[in-house]
């Protein structure tokens, strides 16, 4: 898997809803790819920090939203010059 593969599949991956094939590919990539282990890094400690809170505040749910809209603009470009966006997770 590529970054980009692997940034389509990556909340369905931390969930546990990925095949088992599509899982061990994804986690290979992940060992690898500094970029992109960061990144679930990331994802796991927001995950982590609201699981954490009763309820999360409104403020902490838009600074939230503003990163990830943050993230999926910042993504780089691909070796055509487009650029290679994420799927915005959906779900969870």
């Given at each position: 898997?590529?970054?980009?593969?692997?940034?389509?599949?990556?909340?369905?991956?931390?969930?546990?809803?990925?095949?088992?094939i599509t899982a061990r590919r994804a986690a290979a990539?992940?060992?690898?790819?500094?970029?992109?282990?960061?990144?679930?890094?990331?994802?796991?400690?927001?995950?982590?920090?609201?699981?954490?809170?009763?309820?999360?505040?409104?403020?902490?749910?838009?600074?939230?939203?503003?990163?990830?809209?943050?993230?999926?603009?910042?993504?780089?470009?691909?070796?055509?010059?487009?650029?290679?966006?994420?799927?915005?997770?959906?779900?969870?």
């Open positions: 898997m590529n970054c980009l593969q692997v940034a389509r599949v990556m909340q369905a991956y931390l969930d546990g809803e990925t095949d088992e990539h992940l060992e690898d790819c500094r970029r992109c282990g960061l990144e679930v890094s990331v994802y796991q400690e927001i995950r982590n920090a609201l699981a954490r809170r009763a309820e999360p505040d409104k403020q902490a749910l838009q600074r939230l939203q503003a990163f990830g809209t943050s993230l999926l603009s910042n993504y780089p470009a691909g070796e055509d010059g487009t650029e290679n966006r994420a799927e915005p997770p959906t779900g969870t």
